[in-house]
């Protein structure tokens, strides 16, 4: 049948493809991880926006799903209304977790469902593990789960034997690509089209030279087809876990978690243990907002409650804390717990944008990954909570309403007082302390403009050279006076004198400042 | 009333056209300004990295500057944000407390308690475009943001508006971060210059002459990628637009 | 102590403490625009479906929407097909459906979606599985809004039932939107009151 190549609903704009480009652009890779050494996002950014077509495709791409959401906030007229109460509901339940959770594995339980319980990622990975070998099972298909990226699951099976294989379109690229998912909705939205062209050349057979979007995806679809049929297990996540009912909300735009838990005889969901909310009703509130948040898209192409195994299958929840429980009990960061991962606060975030998920070098990128990750390793990921601006957008468009900036911003001050910055940065802040609490030694230190260009305004953090001198940015030119002098040379503007000329001629020239 | 000049450490040092604007403009509208010599920085700078402890002595001394006066007007948003939101390592006495309820940015000064209608003085006969910073529009809200769902607004467009001869362009992003970050512009810069660099070129693209701003340290970094690109994009602070300064 | 009993402890111990009361359910009224039916059509459309036009009855709009179909599962009376459901040994058995008929539980206007119960459509991969899928709505079943949709006693009844808002689709590269990523390449609505 004829396909439409410019659809426009859901999730896409179907955007004119940007040209081939030849030579191809090489896709730029993530963050360089070296165990918990601090990841050091900034390095990795600067590749990724080295390679402007990835980046401005990343920008654009991501930047049309958040006017796409701004357009659905538009036509709902009680948006703020339902964030208040998806928000309220999420408090409500963590405050009540014990309660809720007793509720939700009882209801579950008594609808035939196997409930087992992980403390951390090796608990979990093992729990699938067993499962699996209780039932003489070998292939695993599994839709897209952040959760199962957190426990480091395909690497686990990887190393038993087990052949895992993702069913999502995008998550499936980047397990191709032996690449962890740069986006929590949109797993491979930092590659070109090239790029899924190289991959699926030389991991399924296609043509390296057709970068044709439907080809690409056809031949996913058809090599994944027989991989499907023949699983032994399915696997999904939960973006929901209702406590009512016991039953399981799992959403996805491909179908493929009901592939994943219809076709094989085995269905085994990994539910964080914060997914709980307590009604049915809820739902209505929660899915109302999660597409629309995630993708402009009203709802997602399919949204599936899993209640009960059917006859003759069987279906097994694995509850995972991996840190959950004590995360609940941190006062200031507790509410990133109520996060459903819609991928809004990414979206709008323009470091984001501009420097790719991968760059985080973290399961989690984007504003809630700078929240989330530093709970799981304090160290590695120290250096994340000043990988954004603080310009708050994120807060905004979250639809449960978490202070995802004041956290990122409550985040350094841990780091700071913590002694996870850089010594040198350490001792420029103390220094930065003394001056600026000092009027008499402020005053000598911005003495003269052009010397206040050494104090301000980089005296944030000591780094060597003047942070202005970057590649695309000019050093700022130093007036001939400031502020402060012209008062007191002006008797504050009352002695009639021509102002000073605002750099042009100015006595800070770019050579002073080397 | 009395009424307290605060200006922002870096508008003292490289951006002092600012600070002159600033206070002629509350001159001519009545005002008798009192400017402590003695004022240095609002702390910002270790607030913002997270160094708490070693903003508490910078903080202490900004309270003792600034007790006392009905409105401490400051034509900074970012300045303003931290005074009200995160002047929390000194001791929270009823000073402190008091300063941090009178610190007014000067726009919500000029809008909201002066209610000024008119500049008969001012005239800007050109094309520009407003940045409006993130500390404006989502942290002292003197502008609607687009993320919620809320009537527009904007109390610096409707004070521009009463400038004779201007013509305000709308960026294609409105309200997104330049990239200045304070922290951030030093930290990331890969990332800060190419946000930086969007920017101007949003904002070149309408065919703006000129970039009026209430946050000089935006327009700071905006200006220092401008050059870069080679734009030449001239910049100002709303002040010098209210004040007369004709571009 | 188990995984268990050791989670909810950690749990229990670290519970924020503080006033959350939950929130009663305010189920927000809906602008249907005048017509729910074709508020209905109108969101399936914006989804990627379409609406199956049934003038000369299902059988007879069924072969000309999709001449060329060899396999047609039907799981509702008002069309016969050629693979019987009730025998199905393996999901996976009907990989080589071309077209699959089933009834809508209900149908919600907001979004244009149906929602398909395990019981209704006999074999849950079936409406995956298929290339096409044609689903029968009773107008008397759509509802304003999700919010109504969740109020339905059917998500105590069932152990799985699903929404389904246009067909299978990725918009994974690029942005460009493809339909039948892995599931149905299309899915078309037949108004067809229950007998």
Redesign the interface.
Known sequence: ?S?NHH?????????E??PDQQPREPQPRGAKVHGNHPVDHDEAAARFIAAPHHEH?HDS?LW??RQQRDAQMHGI??WE??RE?AS??K??T?????DY??QFTAAAQA?GVHVH???DAA?HNQIVHSIMSDHGARSLIKSKSMLTEECGFREYMAGVGIEVIE????ER?QQLDDEPPSHIV????H???TD?AQVFARTLGTDPNNSE??Y???QQ?EK??PL???ADVGMTGANFAIAE?G?IAVCT????A??SA???PLHIASIG?EKII????????F??LLSRSA?G??????????????PGAEMHFV?V?NGR??R??D?TF?SSLKCIRCSACMNTCPVFRRSGGLSYGATYSGPIGLILDPTMNRRKYSKLPYASTLNGSCTNVCPVKINIHEQIFEWRKVMASEHQPAVAERAMMKAAGVVLSNPRAYRAAVAGADRALRVLPQFAVDIPLNPWATPGRETPQAPRETFHEWYRRTDGGRIDTELPASGEDGSGTEEDQG | MRVALMVPCYADALEPETGIATLQLLRRLGIDVDYPVDQTCCSQPMVNAGFHEDAKATQAHFVDTFAGYDYIVAPSNSCVRNVRENLTAVEQTDRTREVRSRIVELVEFLHDVLQVEDFPWAEFPHKVTYHDSCSSIRFLKSSSMSELREEPYSKPLALLSRVRGIEIEQTKRPDECCGFGGTFSVLEPATSVKMGQDKVADHSSTGATHVVSGDGSCTMHLNSCARRLGLPMKFLHIAQVLNGDRG | M???E???A?????????D????E????PMDERGNRTEFFLH?L????GSELYVVDGLESAVQSAFPDAAVIASAVPELQGNRDLSTVAE??DL?DVDVAVVRAVLAVG????VLLA?SDIVV??L???AQHLVVLVDPDDIVP???????SPE??Q?????????????????????????????LQVALIPRS
């Open positions: 049948m396909l659809l426009r609903h859901a999730e896409a704009a179907s955007p493809a940007i495709m791409r049309d799903l007229e009680e209304e339902l109460h309220r509901v408090s409500h963590l405050a009540n977790l014990g959770l007793e609808n319980w992980a403390r608990e069913t999502d379109l995008g690229i949109v797993p491979a939205t590659k070109l089209r899924v979007v439907h690409l995806a056809e679809r994944t087809r499907i049929l023949q009912n039953a735009n491909e179908g493929n009901d592939l219809n076709v094989p243990i307590p009604r049915v009703a809820d739902l209505g509130v899915i109302r993708l898209s009203p709802i997602t192409q399919y949204t599936s409650h899993f209640r009960g195994p059917r509850m804390d429980s004590e609940l009990g006062e507790w | 188990s995984a268990r050791e989670i909810m950690a749990v229990r111990a670290n519970q924020p403490a503080g959350f009361p939950l929130p359910t305010v189920v927000f969101n459309g914006v989804m990627g999901q996976a990989h907001e979004t244009g979606s395990d849950n991969s409406v995956y599985l809004g999700l919010q109504d949709a969740y109020l998500f105590q069932h152990a799985y039932l699903a929404f389904h808002s246009g067909p299978s689709a990725t918009a994974d590269i690029e942005g460009v939107l493809i339909h039948g990523a892995q599931g149905v390449r299309t």
